[in-house]
C-alpha cells in the first residue's frame, strides 16, 4: 500500500527543494532529506519509498533544478500523477526514471493520504476495492524507466530509445 500526498496547483522546483537545500549548498547531505521540507513538512517526515505524489496543474513549473526531480528518486516516490506537468520537469523526470502519469480522472478520485495500490506492470490504481486503469506510458518512456533511467539505458543500449546504435559501436 502506497499513501498519496496531494498537493495543488504550480508546484514549483523551489517547493520540492528549496534553492539553500542544494545539492552544492550542504554537498555531505542527501537532497532526498530536503523533499518538501517546508512546503508540506509532514511528506519530508513521514513519506515512505512508495508513496504517490498527486497534483493538479503545472506541477514542476519554475527553475530547471533537476535536483528536485533527484530528491523525489531518492526518496524513492513510485509515481506523480498530475493533471500536467512542467516541460522542463517531465523531461527531468523521465531522464532520472521517476514515473510521471497525466491522468485528470485520478487527480479528482485521489485524496490526500489515501491508502492505494499502484501496479506498473497491469497498469491500474487500486483504491478501496476500486480498480481505475492508468494511461499506456509511451513505449519508449517505459523502455527508459525499465533501465532506471536515461543515462542507464544509454548504458545498456548504446544509443537513444528508438535509435539503431551505429555499426562501428556493435
Partial sequence: MARVWKFGSDVDTDQIVPGRYAPYMRPDEDVGDAAFIEANPSFNQRAVPGDIIVAEENFGCGSSREYAVLALKRRQVGAVIARSF?????????????????????????????????????????????????????????????????????????????????????
Fill in 86 to 170: 512542467a516541460r522542463i520537469f517531465y523531461r527531468n523526470a523521465v531522464n532520472l526514471g521517476i514515473v510521471l502519469i497525466i491522468s485528470p480522472q485520478l487527480v479528482e478520485e485521489l485524496n490526500d493520504q489515501d491508502l492505494v495500490d499502484l501496479d506498473l506492470t497491469t497498469s491500474m490504481l487500486n483504491k478501496n476495492n476500486i480498480s481505475y486503469p492508468l494511461p499506456e506510458l509511451p513505449e519508449f518512456y517505459q523502455e527508459i524507466l525499465a533501465a532506471g533511467g536515461l543515462s542507464a539505458y544509454i548504458r545498456l543500449h548504446g544509443c537513444l530509445p528508438g535509435e539503431q546504435r551505429l555499426e562501428s559501436e556493435v
